[in-house]
């Protein structure tokens, strides 16, 4: 799909997508019927979020005669800028008087753009069937997969994750005959995190460690769409990889290793190296799932070789200490 910017303004594509109908180009009821959304910053752990740092995009769905129940027809598509990075502003007129579906999404940047636009970045934005051009908005997705190619967060040696936050938004709104409806919009984040807490090493083996692997298997992509519940459909479970190489044993300090993932079950093991051989620890039970929630830390503490390797909380992204709810907490065979 051809890749559009403007600095707070909407692009229509409408028509430009294969098999999208052209017979309601001529929408009349009124110049000045339309929205006017005030998109604020979205809900974050620390620091500034800043719009700019990110791609900024919405979908207008409606209702079409010609498409099957089912569907949900692409109207248009806008790319959007902040002139500040603290907010977004999205105006669009000369709409119909009737129900439309609204999804903003503020999504990180994979490549890096300080020399200049990298257009591989849009493509996260995907769909079923990329090579179809689907105009129904059903079938559009975010491919989560170049996130969870980038390497983890670690605690020691300091690395920090690269970006995984998703931010959305979805509203359900009438547009009205000679009215602009306006309204102050705030994004949530989708995504949650997981934390593999390995421990002050030295005091967990024995042996000198030489590697840690993790190999998990979690949901690579997600739906835009969210069933009107609020719901983040993720599916496409697909395995991933990620080896951290620990600073000297003698560093008194954890060894975390931090993942952004989508909302979803998790199944994994985590491989220890050491001088004298490798252990491996399944982090999942047939009694116990564990799970990744939106805007949650999953937090897995691992015990040392004992009968319960892991313990596992959950936690909010209130600022830099994890917070942990207590009736949240279990046991982790």
Same mark, same amino acid.
């Given at each position: ?5 403007g600095i707070? =303004?909407? #692009?229509?594509?409408?028509?430009i997508v ?8 001529? @929408?009349?009821?009124s ?8 998109i $604020?910053?979205a809900?974050q ?6 719009f700019?740092a990110? @791609? ?5 769905g409606e209702?079409?005669q010609?498409?099957?129940?089912s569907e949900?027809h ?10 500040d990075?603290?907010a977004?502003?999205f105006? @669009? #007129?000369?709409?119909k008087a009737?129900?439309y +579906?609204f999804i903003?999404?503020?999504?990180p940047?994979?490549?890096?753009e300080?020399n200049g636009p990298d257009y ?6 995907s769909?079923e ?6 105009c129904?908005?059903?079938?559009h997705?975010? %491919?989560?997969?170049h996130i ?5 967060g670690?605690?020691s040696p300091?690395?920090?994750a690269?970006?995984g936050d998703?931010?959305?938004?979805v509203?359900?709104?009438? $547009?009205?005959?000679?009215?602009i409806v306006?309204?102050n919009?705030?994004?949530k984040?989708?995504?949650?995190r997981l %934390? ?5 090493? $030295?005091?967990?083996?024995?042996k000198?460690v030489?590697?840690i692997t993790?190999?998990?298997?979690v ?6 769409? %969210?069933n009107?519940?609020?719901m983040?459909?993720?599916f =496409?479970? =697909?395995?991933f ?6 600073n000297?044993?003698?560093?008194m300090? &954890? &060894? ?9 079950k998790v +199944?994994g093991?985590i ?5 004298d051989g ?6 999942t039970t047939? +009694?116990?799932v564990l799970?990744i ?5 999953t937090?897995l503490?691992f015990?040392g070789i ?6 596992v909380?959950y936690?909010?992204y209130?600022?830099t200490?994890?917070?942990?709810? %207590?009736s949240?907490?279990g046991g982790?065979?």
């Amino acid at each position: 799909m051809k890749h559009i910017f403007g600095i707070l =303004a909407l #692009t229509v594509l409408c028509g430009i997508v294969a098999g999208c109908s052209e017979s309601d180009k001529g @929408m009349e009821d009124s110049s000045e019927t339309g929205v006017l959304f005030h998109i $604020a910053r979205a809900e974050q752990n620390t620091g500034e979020y800043n719009f700019n740092a990110h @791609m900024n995009r919405i979908y207008v769905g409606e209702r079409k005669q010609e498409h099957d129940k089912s569907e949900l027809h692409i109207h248009s598509i806008a790319d959007l800028k902040s002139i500040d990075g603290t907010a977004l502003s999205f105006r @669009m #007129t000369n709409l119909k008087a009737q129900w439309y +579906k609204f999804i903003i999404l503020s999504v990180p940047k994979i490549y890096d753009e300080s020399n200049g636009p990298d257009y591989r970045n849009f493509d996260i934005f995907s769909e079923e069937d990329p090579e179809a051009a689907s105009c129904d908005l059903n079938r559009h997705l975010i %491919d989560y997969t170049h996130i969870l190619e980038k390497a983890p967060g670690t605690t020691s040696p300091l690395k920090e994750a690269a970006d995984g936050d998703i931010f959305r938004a979805v509203l359900n709104r009438w $547009a009205e005959n000679n009215l602009i409806v306006e309204e102050n919009i705030t994004l949530k984040r989708l995504n949650g995190r997981l %934390d593999i807490d390995m421990g002050i090493l $030295a005091d967990q083996f024995p042996k000198q460690v030489n590697s840690i692997t993790v190999k998990i298997t979690v949901p690579s992509k997600m739906y835009l769409t %969210d069933n009107n519940t609020g719901m983040v459909k993720s599916f =496409a479970p =697909a395995t991933f990889t990620y080896t951290t190489y620990p600073n000297d044993m003698k560093e008194m300090q &954890h &060894h975390i290793i931090s993942l952004n993932l989508l909302p979803g079950k998790v +199944k994994g093991s985590i491989t220890v190296k050491t001088e004298d051989g490798e252990q491996i620890f399944n982090i999942t039970t047939m +009694k116990d799932v564990l799970t990744i929630r939106p805007n949650t830390i999953t937090h897995l503490k691992f015990n040392g070789i004992s009968p319960n390797f892991f313990d596992v909380k959950y936690a909010g992204y209130t600022g830099t200490e994890i917070t942990v709810e %207590d009736s949240w907490n279990g046991g982790w065979n």
